[in-house]
């Protein structure tokens, strides 16, 4: 297994860990605004849930984030 196989595989182990479903999708940061031909347009980034992990599975692996 690659190392990024291996970080995702334990950041989804985190998150069910967390209590979380890893495929579910959240919310992740704050939505960005853009002005599209006079049109205020609210973009929301959503990712899988096992994503918040993935900083602490790069620690875990002992890389940096």
Not at 15 to 31: H, I
Not at 41 to 46: A, S, Y
């Amino acid at each position: 297994m690659s190392e990024t196989g291996k970080i995702k595989a334990i950041a989804r182990q985190l998150c069910r860990a967390s209590g979380n479903n890893p495929d579910k999708t959240v919310r992740f940061g704050t939505p960005l605004t853009l002005n599209v031909d006079g049109c205020q347009i609210i973009r929301v980034l959503m990712l899988p849930a096992w994503r918040e992990h993935m900083r602490e599975a790069r620690r875990m692996l002992g890389e940096t984030a």
